[in-house]
């Protein structure tokens, strides 16, 4: 078995693999995939400062292998010009006689480390062939009730002894202890500023959105995922210059989500002139499934992985352009009330993601939140909890399953456009209409189709659909957890809102 976009840090060079990179950085040796970029970091004397592996963008451009980055050090471990990178990567640097490790902005090439061992990788597959790392069937039991996927919270593992790195953390080597980098006392992103022109703060994400795309397509990587969702219509909306190098795609399976995401996508080509296709959902052997799971250390057990056949039969050599991390800007967590909340529980936190509460995946929670700095507004507990959860345990991982050399790439992760989006104004983001406002900015011609939702006649077509939307988003959550309760049964919310 091979292991595409893999690395693992330790105290010797990793060989066991043909083809692996293996470069040290002080007295530790950072091995890689031989498909994972590495760029050189220096400072503005020109000393060297570290190393990125993996995909990044940095103001329009898209770095290559061998590339070098001047980057300035600054305070808490983070270059002066980390909410400037975007792309999915692992930053080494040094921090005085140490070294310091942290993850993109979203987790979205996130490892996992192991504190007693002194070791760090893209998963434990990688880990155990170093050193041996014990399964904690406990832990995937308290994850598993009441939802459709399995994948970890707050830094989890299902693995004794074994965390993921999560984004707005520095992991210092000289002590294997992670710390938080973001947000911190008295500092900003701990809530919205009540002063700030949500307008700017939208025009700013979107223009950082649209410079991403750029900076891919001008690399040659035109493949787009097209669905009938925001987050697509987002990613649509920062193209509109840039049509003529453009090729949108959508998956075609056999399920209701799908049909709508065909109709509109099929619309949205028709109607804005998109060169556009239809992919066919090529169904998975379980074999293939099990190599997935096996790639990714059995960190997610998610619907994603029945896309792994679906993904190497069409890989197109390059990188495909994404909406993941959309939603961590537009608050798809939030219910109404929020923004005036003085308090949210662990167990309430965990729900909003239909994570099921127990004493374990309480008690985790409730350790990240011991972390965050005093004077933290709930919505943005919420709305960060979305990045070092969601992003980071289950977008991050679920990247190692796929057998392919190019990952997808997602032009909203960079903490450039979370940061903005956390200082958006708590009675803005309660009005549920960031998303909106994007593509107004850009493209406000596109909204004259409705999102996730037909119209006219096809409303009949998907009347399933349109009877959800007449009941608020926090009922329906209740009620699908009152069914889980019941019925043991997987019902998500999957962010309506």
């Given at each position: 078995m091979n292991f595409p976009k893999q690395y693992i840090l330790a105290d010797r060079p990793f060989t066991e693999l043909p083809g692996w990179h293996c470069s040290q950085v002080r007295q530790r040796w950072l091995s890689t995939a031989p498909e994972l970029p590495l760029v050189q970091i220096e400072n503005a004397a020109g000393e060297p400062y570290g190393l990125l592996a993996g995909w990044v963008i940095f103001r329009g451009q898209l770095l290559q292998h061998g590339d070098t980055l001047q980057l300035t050090p600054a305070d808490h471990g983070l270059p002066l010009e980390f909410d400037e990178l975007g792309g999915r990567f692992l930053l080494l640097l040094h921090c005085g006689d140490d070294v310091g490790v942290l993850t993109d902005a979203g987790g979205l090439l996130s490892p996992v480390y192991n504190t007693e061992q002194k070791i760090l990788a893209s998963t434990p597959a990688i880990l155990k062939r170093v050193a041996p790392q014990q399964w904690d069937e406990s832990r995937r039991d308290a994850l598993t009730g009441g939802k459709r996927e399995i994948w970890y919270p707050a830094g989890a593992t299902p693995y004794v002894g074994l965390r993921r790195l999560m984004p707005n953390h520095i992991l210092l080597l000289a002590n294997w202890r992670a710390q938080r980098v973001f947000p911190l006392a008295a500092g900003p992103g701990r809530q919205g500023d009540t002063n700030a022109d949500p307008a700017a703060l939208v025009a700013r994400m979107a223009d950082r959105v649209k410079l991403d795309v750029g900076a891919l397509l001008d690399a040659g990587?035109?493949?787009?995922h097209l669905t009938g969702g925001y987050d697509s219509r987002m990613v649509l909306a920062s193209c509109r210059e840039r049509l003529a190098q453009c090729h949108f795609q959508t998956i075609s399976a056999n399920n209701a989500d799908n049909r709508l995401d065909r109709h509109l996508a099929g619309q949205l080509a028709r109607q804005f002139n998109l060169s556009h296709r239809l992919i066919d959902f090529e169904h998975a052997e379980q074999r293939e499934k099990d190599a997935w799971l096996q790639r990714t250390g059995r960190c997610v057990e998610d619907h994603v992985l029945e896309l792994c056949r679906t993904v190497r039969v069409h890989d197109c050599g390059s990188h495909e352009i994404c909406g993941v991390g959309g939603e961590a800007i537009r608050s798809c967590l939030w219910f109404r009330g929020d923004g005036a909340r003085d308090r949210i529980s662990a167990a309430e936190l965990l729900g909003r993601?239909?994570?099921?509460?127990?004493?374990?995946?309480?008690?985790i929670t409730e350790q990240w939140l011991e972390?965050?700095?005093a004077g933290m507004s709930v919505g943005n507990i919420i709305d960060l909890s979305f990045i070092e959860f969601r992003l980071a345990g289950w977008a991050g991982p679920s990247v190692y399953g796929h057998q392919v050399a190019h990952p997808t790439m997602s032009p909203f992760n960079s903490g450039e456009c979370y940061k903005a989006a956390l200082a958006l104004p708590e009675s803005y983001r309660e009005e549920n209409c960031i998303a909106k406002d994007f593509i107004s900015?850009?493209?406000?011609?596109?909204?004259?189709?409705?999102?996730?939702?037909?119209?006219?006649?096809?409303?009949?077509a998907f009347l399933k659909r349109e009877l959800k939307y007449l009941v608020p988003l926090e009922w329906r959550e209740k009620l699908f957890a009152v069914l889980r309760a019941k019925t043991?049964?997987?019902?998500?919310?999957?962010?309506s809102r």
């Amino acid at each position: 078995m091979n292991f595409p976009k893999q690395y693992i840090l330790a105290d010797r060079p990793f060989t066991e693999l043909p083809g692996w990179h293996c470069s040290q950085v002080r007295q530790r040796w950072l091995s890689t995939a031989p498909e994972l970029p590495l760029v050189q970091i220096e400072n503005a004397a020109g000393e060297p400062y570290g190393l990125l592996a993996g995909w990044v963008i940095f103001r329009g451009q898209l770095l290559q292998h061998g590339d070098t980055l001047q980057l300035t050090p600054a305070d808490h471990g983070l270059p002066l010009e980390f909410d400037e990178l975007g792309g999915r990567f692992l930053l080494l640097l040094h921090c005085g006689d140490d070294v310091g490790v942290l993850t993109d902005a979203g987790g979205l090439l996130s490892p996992v480390y192991n504190t007693e061992q002194k070791i760090l990788a893209s998963t434990p597959a990688i880990l155990k062939r170093v050193a041996p790392q014990q399964w904690d069937e406990s832990r995937r039991d308290a994850l598993t009730g009441g939802k459709r996927e399995i994948w970890y919270p707050a830094g989890a593992t299902p693995y004794v002894g074994l965390r993921r790195l999560m984004p707005n953390h520095i992991l210092l080597l000289a002590n294997w202890r992670a710390q938080r980098v973001f947000p911190l006392a008295a500092g900003p992103g701990r809530q919205g500023d009540t002063n700030a022109d949500p307008a700017a703060l939208v025009a700013r994400m979107a223009d950082r959105v649209k410079l991403d795309v750029g900076a891919l397509l001008d690399a040659g990587h035109t493949n787009l995922h097209l669905t009938g969702g925001y987050d697509s219509r987002m990613v649509l909306a920062s193209c509109r210059e840039r049509l003529a190098q453009c090729h949108f795609q959508t998956i075609s399976a056999n399920n209701a989500d799908n049909r709508l995401d065909r109709h509109l996508a099929g619309q949205l080509a028709r109607q804005f002139n998109l060169s556009h296709r239809l992919i066919d959902f090529e169904h998975a052997e379980q074999r293939e499934k099990d190599a997935w799971l096996q790639r990714t250390g059995r960190c997610v057990e998610d619907h994603v992985l029945e896309l792994c056949r679906t993904v190497r039969v069409h890989d197109c050599g390059s990188h495909e352009i994404c909406g993941v991390g959309g939603e961590a800007i537009r608050s798809c967590l939030w219910f109404r009330g929020d923004g005036a909340r003085d308090r949210i529980s662990a167990a309430e936190l965990l729900g909003r993601d239909g994570i099921p509460a127990n004493d374990f995946s309480v008690g985790i929670t409730e350790q990240w939140l011991e972390t965050l700095p005093a004077g933290m507004s709930v919505g943005n507990i919420i709305d960060l909890s979305f990045i070092e959860f969601r992003l980071a345990g289950w977008a991050g991982p679920s990247v190692y399953g796929h057998q392919v050399a190019h990952p997808t790439m997602s032009p909203f992760n960079s903490g450039e456009c979370y940061k903005a989006a956390l200082a958006l104004p708590e009675s803005y983001r309660e009005e549920n209409c960031i998303a909106k406002d994007f593509i107004s900015y850009l493209w406000p011609e596109l909204l004259a189709l409705p999102i996730n939702r037909a119209s006219g006649v096809m409303k009949l077509a998907f009347l399933k659909r349109e009877l959800k939307y007449l009941v608020p988003l926090e009922w329906r959550e209740k009620l699908f957890a009152v069914l889980r309760a019941k019925t043991g049964l997987r019902y998500n919310t999957t962010y309506s809102r």
